[in-house]
């Protein structure tokens, strides 16, 4: 940028997870291309983990609207649309870009109500699948429509996730475009030094094969599915231990449910976990068992350390993981056939090795933090210069 621009970028919550990690290297790493940024969250649930600490560890001081939540609240939602309004009146930012769902409904209405030039929201998934009812999602769907119509530029993280979005009449075009999802997967590059660690922990031998989810413990990710594979890997490879990395609302059922399938010897439920390089370091194969996704962080993660991945086949997953080359994609809600994909890599180390090296090529640099800030710059920088003709016609009738 050849001058100072100002961003506010809302999200819901900062719970862990790609949409905050997202959001939070942007206010950082945009910061030296002239930047300035606001961000405004909302609360996150009592078991879904923060990452509040990470974004004031960047230099990045998240201002907290708790009237932001998960939930619809209409009293709650109309205080923060409220005080968003009057936010962006005091701020007067060049873009407002929002991030996930209630952030992206409220955070756009207010942008138009406090006439911001440029609205951007980044639908790292959606809802009109696997949450709701028919009738409540029909009744979400229209509101994105018209959302959309609001938005100067809709961004998604994967082209599967933008062709299904135009499909629903979300958005055209014209105005959809895609932007991939950017981590700091430098460590995970070099993860193999930290092999044996984590195993040396939870006292598991380098013999043992080690399949591991990393995952939110809600009922989208599916992970009865997952303990499901496992109980029937179980049964023809009872050599083989599953660990079960993330925290959430369903955890008391799923520990239960591990117990029910006679896992509980073999699977360890280890809560969010701050440093996951060793975890990743000492695993053989990452799973994912999710009904919807937009572009799942854990994959990308893990296929960074260059690890094989076995996930099901929906949302962006299949532009993330090219099936028999840097992993198998199944159907959703198939045990059988998660538990026969995942035996076929366990079985066949040399497979798994290779499928890994090339999966590390297609994460890095694509999926990395610099490669976003790159691509971010270049969106914001080209929305604001075409928006000046717009902006001094405004002053100048105002003035006139």
Known sequence: MDSTARICRIIGRLNIGGPAIHAILLAEGLRSRGYETVLVSGQEGPQEGSLRDRAVRKGVAPLFLPELGREVRPGRDLLALYKLVRLLRQQQPEIVHTHTAKAGALGRIAAKIAGIPIVVHTFHGHVMHGYFSHRVTRFFLAIERCLAMASTRILTVSEGLRDELLRLGIGRPDTIEVMPL??????????????????????????????????????????????????????????????????????????????????????????????????????????????????????????????PVVATRVGGVSDLVEHGKTGLLVPPKNPAALSEAMNALLGDPDRGRQMGRLAREAVYPKYSDAALIDRMDRLYSSMIHASLPARRSARQELHG
């Not at 399949?211 to 049964?235: Q, Y």
């Open 182 to 307: 950017g981590l700091e997967l430098d460590g995970l590059l070099r993860s193999d030094v930290r092999r044996g660690e984590f195993r040396r922990r939870l006292g598991i031998s380098p013999e043992v094969p080690l399949v591991g989810i990393i995952a939110r413990l809600v009922p989208i990710k599916d992970l009865t599915t997952f303990l499901e594979a496992a109980s029937g890997l179980h049964r023809s490879r009872p050599d083989v231990r599953f660990l079960i990395v993330g925290d959430g609302e369903l955890r008391p059922q799923l520990e239960q449910q591990a117990v029910a399938f006679g896992l509980h010897h073999c699977v360890d439920f280890l809560g969010w976990q701050r440093e996951l390089e060793p975890i990743y370091a000492d695993l053989n194969l990452v799973a994912l068992s999710s009904l919807n996704e937009g572009t799942p962080v854990s994959l990308i993660e893990a296929m960074a350390a260059g690890l």
